[in-house]
Nanobody
């Protein structure tokens, strides 16, 4: 069983930065960030393998960085150059399968989410 708790969300102006954290308990293989806006499907943002290989969705490449502290078993998402369209609930997730595709159906455990709001 894996328990995930996200933190770090908040409100920021366009162009600003935020760093999300996800504290995990239990064994984690591939970890990822997803986001979901009202009325939209949940979207894969980024993923990182147990060995540290990273994957990104096209909409965040060059702006977001996923990383992991294996000692603390904590996942991070550094978000820079934020845009209003990045506004969403952000979720941390874990899969025991492969990291890609970063698809919600491939991930087994989920956190409760943290809200990110970017104003123009």
């Amino acid at each position: 069983q894996v328990h995930l708790v996200e933190s770090g969300g908040g409100s920021v102006q366009a162009g600003g930065s935020l760093r999300l954290s996800c504290a995990a308990s239990g064994f984690t293989n591939c970890m990822a960030w997803f986001r979901q806006s009202p009325g939209q499907e949940r979207e894969g943002v980024a993923a990182i393998s147990l060995g540290g290989r990273t994957y990104y969705g096209d909409s965040v490449k060059g702006r977001f960085t996923i990383s992991k502290d294996n000692i603390k078993n904590t996942l991070y998402l550094q978000m820079n150059s934020l845009k209003p369209e990045d506004t969403a609930m952000y979720y941390c997730a874990v899969t025991y399968g492969g990291c890609v595709p970063i698809s919600p159906g491939s991930y087994n455990y989920w956190g409760q989410g943290t809200q990110v709001t970017v104003s123009s």
